[in-house]
């Protein structure tokens, strides 16, 4: 359970980021509030849009699924269910999130800190998911 | 129910975190629509004619745009604020318009777009190409013949098409770029649009109604008819 409640909590972390950097992205925020300058240069970015929808719109969508699945996990303690699609959920997140963080690294060549902050989030998250499937087996 | 007890901490701390999280971020959301101006000043603008003008050498504002022809916020402006503000500020004499050369490391496509424009802008098509530029992004970027793709783009936007081939291949115009660029990092760009009106950086991208209650506060539409 305290895992399940780890999940939510950074789920809806990283969904208040995602929303933060969406409405950003849809010219509804002013500069973000970033040290390094870096994230302008990420969001200014072509890769900051997939088909012409921001990339922290799938943020959003991503977090808010494992957010509503963590909270069905936690009325369900006994059922695995929830805990497998956590991992499936986690792992798409991080794969997602390995490809955001090649780009800056070594396309844009610049940092956006909500990104690695949205970057280790999802990772929490994995780690967070592996350990309740595991126990949800024993 | 008495896991509905245990669990009522847990809910209230997710309710407190989802309250704060919003109340920060409708902050933001005010904070911009509240802000018509940024006074952060940036001062080491006039290191000499740079970027491309667009209307009356009299106006009293010069609204200044540092801006990257693969940006994708630099389009949505282009497309959708710019129809607006050129024929409401710009061609009335209120404003004139900047555009300096900014392309974004990263973005592999653009400088040649950017040399194109600079190409067109010697026959004076600039803002023709400009605007064909921004409103083919998603094209011409995803073209894998980049220069056929930019090259049509300035056909339509009337170019000499032999002058223009030659630009292009002697990358004769490349050097107002790369001056354009030079002066976007000396003062430190780090995103595109950034618009600078009067030497004052704008937040964020303005719409045309926040550009106009700057370009109001500065030069009253009243006054600016002597000029």
Redesign the interface.
Known sequence: MPRR?AV??LA??GL?VS??LT???L?????L?CGT??C??V????W??IA?VPVAAAGVAGYLAILVVAMWG?QQ?GDGRPARWLVLLGAGGVLFTLYLTYLEAF????WCRWCLGSATIIVLILVASLFDLRASRA | MAAGKSMTPFYAGLGVVAIVGVALIGRAVMHKSSQPVNLDLVAPLASGPRGVVMGSDSARVEIMEFSDFECPYCARFAVLQMPDVRTRLIETGRVRWRFVHYPLQGHTKSPTAHLAAACANEQGRFWQMHDLLYAHQGEWTEDRDLVGAITSLAVQAGVDRARFDQCMSQRSAWGRVLADKALGDSIGINGTPTMFVNGRQIPGVPSFDELRAMVDSIAPAATTARH
């Open positions: 409640q939510a909590l809806l972390i208040l929303v933060y409405l950003h992205q010219g509804m925020i002013g500069p509030a300058g870096g302008e240069r969001q200014a970015s072509r900051a849009y012409g936690l303690p396309v844009i060549h610049a």
